[in-house]
């Protein structure tokens, strides 16, 4: 597991880096000071981030949330000196996956590490599932209006409808929601696509 470690002090990072480095199974990697979070991320490309704070004035969670925003997201685990409730939602909703306080024995970290990135990847296969249930939704939605629409506009039933939808997907090799969408754009004029 290769490790990102990032740490406002030099003389604590180096510590905790020499502990964690003499797990065998960890590879870890120090943010250099004046190198950007982002940077390192895109350089090193690690497994997880450990995000180690001393001060409450959440600068940290800047780089934090340009990660998130990058492109370039991994799990972040977060280690803080004092436990602060208002951090935490912050930290959370800035992209971190685990908050931890400090004075974690270095035996348990690796064990919050895994956490973390087995967390990290449960909540994107969850997004990306809520994701394509929005798009199916909003595709049976646009194809249940293209319907009414058709019916409205040739005076047929929801079964002729369909057929005359699946015809138009068949023939242009596309499926029955763009289809559906195309028609609602040439002639629903009172709901934008």
């Known amino acids: 597991m290769k490790v990102l470690l990032a740490d406002e002090n030099s003389h604590r990072a180096g510590a905790l880096a020499s502990l964690l480095a003499a797990d065998n199974t960890l590879d870890v990697v120090m943010l250099h000071p004046g190198t950007s979070l982002i ?3 895109r350089i ?3 497994d997880i ?3 180690d704070i001393s001060r409450s004035d959440r600068d940290a969670l800047d780089s934090v949330r340009a990660l998130s925003a ?3 997201e991994r799990p972040v685990a977060l280690f ?3 436990d602060d409730e208002s951090l935490m939602e912050d930290a959370f909703a800035a992209g971190v996956c685990s908050y931890n306080v400090l004075n974690t024995p270095v035996k348990d970290v690796k064990p ?5 990135i087995a967390l990290y990847r449960r909540f994107r ?3 990306a599932e809520l994701q394509a249930a929005r798009k199916t939704l909003s595709d049976r939605e646009a194809t249940d209006r293209a319907k009414l629409l058709f019916m409205k506009n040739e005076c047929c039933k929801e079964d002729e409808a369909y057929r005359w939808f699946r015809k138009q997907a068949m023939e242009k090799s596309r499926k029955i929601a763009d289809i559906a ?3 609602l754009a040439r002639y629903d004029r009172s709901t934008p696509v």
């Open 181 to 183: 969408k195309d028609y």
């Open 44 to 46: 090193h490309i690690p």
């Open 112 to 116: 919050l590490l895994r956490s973390a």
């Open 70 to 72: 990058s492109g370039l």
């Open 39 to 41: 940077n390192a991320v």
């Open 80 to 82: 803080i000196d004092e």
């Open 125 to 127: 296969q969850t997004s």
């Open 49 to 51: 981030v450990l995000v």
